[in-house]
């Protein structure tokens, strides 16, 4: 698979990578296909989709002792992915940024996934009660301790949608510098997809200028983008569409013409393209720097997704794709 470059110190990773998340949560059926989950990421291996994209908040910790399963064996193939900062409460999530806690959750992250080193160290969310240069110092502390090679920052909302609008990726950029100062900033990782296209406007052309990795996540608009639900398909409650406000039968019909778009043009590069592949194609388009984390538990979709590197969009399908309506349903 192509190989694109994570950060100024030049961490390599197959262009397409494996989001672990439906694996343990946020989408139902999650914890029915442990085993199947397994043999997708030992799929996205082979295929040289070697960027696993996980938290310790995904279960939580389950997602991180799934991965360890397989980093057991595959370490030195793997390019590990995760993040700290949110605790899955009683009622809610919180964020905690404390430095002291931040080093504790890298040693249980270290111990659940079964290696010594992280290759990317991801900020989750910014804890509003901690100034970032204090939980950024800490994380940085942990690469000098080779715990850790390099540190990201994530820009999801806080209902994980779309509230990673303009407002939100201003707010990130102001963090972004301040964490810079204190120590490197490899990798951005913030909402990016045809349907959802805010990133473009600052956060990629910043991480661009300073040779930081981008990785987009929900590339496949939570499955949307892919042609595979239909309007009206009921959501189970633990499921984070059933509150997502694009996820209503209304809103499913009305954003039918995203699909539709998508799907044209993955008939213009033959018969197997899916629009799931277009979607990536897009997002892959978008900067050398740009590695799309789509998330799934299936090794058919793994399979599907990490072949999408071999479809080469044409300005043509690129114009069409910027011409599609703007999604429609907001969480504002
Ligand atoms: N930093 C953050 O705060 C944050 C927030 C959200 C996500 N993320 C990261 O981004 C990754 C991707 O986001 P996401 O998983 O929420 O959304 P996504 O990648 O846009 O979509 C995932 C959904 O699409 C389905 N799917 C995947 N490939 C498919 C295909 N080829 N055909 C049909 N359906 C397909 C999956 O089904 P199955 O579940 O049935 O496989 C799943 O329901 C996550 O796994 C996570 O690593 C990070």
């Not at 310790?56 to 390019?79: C, H, I, Q, S, W």
């Not at 102001?174 to 997809?193: G, I, K, T, Y």
């Not at 778009?261 to 899916?274: F, I, K, Q, W």
Request: glycine residues 10%; proline residues 5%.
């Amino acid at each position: 698979m192509e190989r694109r470059t994570i950060g100024a110190g030049g961490l390599a990773v197959g262009a397409v990578g494996l989001g672990c998340m439906p694996m343990s949560w946020a989408y139902s059926g999650s914890r029915q296909r442990g085993e199947e989950s397994v043999r997708t990421v030992h799929r996205a291996l082979d295929l040289g989709s070697n960027l696993l994209d996980t938290a310790d908040m995904y279960g939580p910790f389950t997602n991180e002792l799934l991965l360890g399963r397989v980093l057991k064996e595959r370490r030195a193939e793997a390019f590990v992915s995760t993040k700290v900062g949110l605790l899955v409460g009683e009622q809610h999530i919180v964020a905690n940024g404390r430095p002291g806690y931040v080093k504790r959750a890298c040693d249980a992250s270290l111990r659940r996934l079964q290696t010594d080193v992280i290759d990317l160290y991801q900020l989750h969310r910014a804890d509003p009660e901690v100034p970032i240069e204090e939980t950024w110092g800490a994380m940085a502390e942990l690469v000098r301790a080779g715990k850790v090679r390099a540190l990201g920052l994530c820009a999801v909302g806080a209902r994980g949608g779309r509230r990673s609008g303009t407002r939100l990726h201003d707010a990130t950029l102001r963090q972004l510098q301040r964490a810079q100062q204190v120590f490197p900033v490899s990798a951005v990782q913030a909402e990016l997809s045809v349907w959802s296209p805010e990133a473009l406007e600052a956060l990629l052309p910043w991480c661009e200028a300073r040779g930081v990795g981008f990785l987009a996540a929900m590339p496949l608009g939570n499955g949307f983008l892919t042609g595979t639900l239909t309007p009206g398909e009921g959501f189970e409650p633990d499921d984070l569409r059933a509150r997502h406000p694009r996820f209503t039968a209304e809103m499913m019909a009305a954003n039918q013409p995203i699909v539709a778009g998508l799907r044209r043009v993955a008939r213009r590069h033959g018969e197997e393209v899916t629009p799931a592949q277009v979607a990536l194609a897009w997002v892959l388009a978008q900067g050398r720097h740009v590695v799309p984390v789509p998330g799934t538990k299936r090794y058919r979709w793994a399979t599907e997704n990490a072949d999408a590197v071999d479809v080469r969009l044409t300005a043509r399908d690129l114009t069409a794709l910027a011409e599609l309506p703007p999604a429609r349903g907001s969480w504002d």
